[in-house]
């Protein structure tokens, strides 16, 4: 006999004995928590008394991502002579987005669509998406629309300062004024989403948790010479900017002070002469400022930290201003308030 008769032989018997008595009899599953093991043997494609090699574990695997959403990764392996044990991870929702007809697609950080439903969930709601192919069970993908590269990007940016937990909401509808809600009190205008994004949210997150007091609630945004500036603002202002576009807040300033010159009513242009007049004499008079810095008038403080490229979150100069207080009154109204804290690293 031959040896390319032999070998032949003992391949068809292998076969034969792979069919007859490798079978699977059970399947057990571990790491679940949102789907019940019953749940996923039941969409698996493999049923007991299957053979236990003769189907495509990858094919398997990704049928089973699809069928079930929130599970994030499965792994199957085989137990001789007839155990299947399957370990899964899952992923969670991390926002909602809203669609075009009203509902909301739940969606995880990394951008897989897990369910559709009629309500946010009390998820963060994510605006500016709506142009977004979304399919159940599948990931949106980054090139096919800017916003979505946006929304994976920041969503990285969150997790890596441990920030997405009190993410509040994502504003994409004009990519060069993204918004983020942070923790239901901070409105943190971005700008466009670019190279320096991760150093924007982790300069914010020391600003917000260590030189902002508890109770502060507003708005924090850079100018153009990187400086960040705080504005004191109330909840439904704050939680409003998850919702409207820029261009909406500039027409809502303008319907608000129709009178005033560049949007500004007669008490505010007063103000915010009051408050050039301050900076003016402190910047001529730098130990008459120190001087003043005591005054209960908490309104005139503009504290500056230069924002740069050499910025360590480890450390920071606050420019040898001991005094900076960055509290403001609880009576405070937005339509007379002149002076915007400035934090520039």
Same mark, same amino acid.
């Given at each position: ?89 899952? #992923? ?89 809600? #942070? ?163």
């Amino acid at each position: 006999m031959s040896r390319a008769v032999l070998l032949l032989l003992l391949t068809a018997a292998a076969i034969v004995m792979m069919t007859i008595f490798f079978k699977v009899n059970t399947i057990s599953v571990e790491g679940a928590e949102k789907y019940s093991a019953e749940e996923i043997t039941n969409a698996l494609d493999i049923s007991k008394g299957d053979n236990l090699y003769l189907w495509n574990k990858m094919k398997v695997q990704e049928h089973l991502l699809e069928k079930l959403p929130y599970l994030d990764s499965v792994r199957i392996r085989r137990h001789l002579p007839d155990a299947l044990v399957l370990t899964v991870t899952e #992923c969670r929702a991390a926002a909602a987005v809203k669609a075009e007809d009203g509902s909301y697609y739940y969606i995880s950080s990394t951008g897989k669509i897990l369910e559709q439903s009629t309500s946010d969930g009390g998820l963060a709601v994510v605006t500016g998406l709506e142009g977004a192919q979304m399919q159940t069970g599948k990931e949106i993908a980054p090139q096919t629309d800017a916003a979505v590269s946006a929304y994976l990007e920041i969503m990285q940016a969150l997790s890596e300062q441990q920030m997405a937990d009190d993410l509040q909401f994502i504003n994409l509808q004009e990519l060069t004024d993204v918004r983020i809600g #942070c923790g239901g009190r901070f409105d943190l205008r971005i700008g466009a989403v670019d190279s320096d994004l991760s150093y924007r949210i982790r300069f914010a997150q020391t600003v917000m948790s260590e030189r902002l007091s508890p109770s502060d609630i507003g708005r924090l945004y850079w100018d153009d010479e990187g400086r960040m500036h705080f504005v004191p603002e109330t909840a439904e202002e704050v939680a409003r900017s998850g919702s409207v576009s820029g261009a909406a807040d500039a027409m809502n300033t303008i319907a608000q002070n129709p009178d005033g010159e560049n949007g500004l009513t007669d008490s505010q242009k007063n103000n915010a002469q009051t408050s050039t007049d301050s900076s003016t004499t402190d910047s001529s008079d730098t130990s008459d400022s120190a001087d003043t810095s005591d005054s209960t008038d908490t309104s005139s403080d503009d504290t500056t930290y230069y924002d740069d490229s050499s910025y360590d979150d480890s450390s920071y100069d606050d420019s040898g201003d001991d005094s900076y207080d960055d509290s403001y009154d609880d009576s405070y109204d937005d339509s007379d308030y002149s002076d915007e804290s400035d934090y520039s690293e």
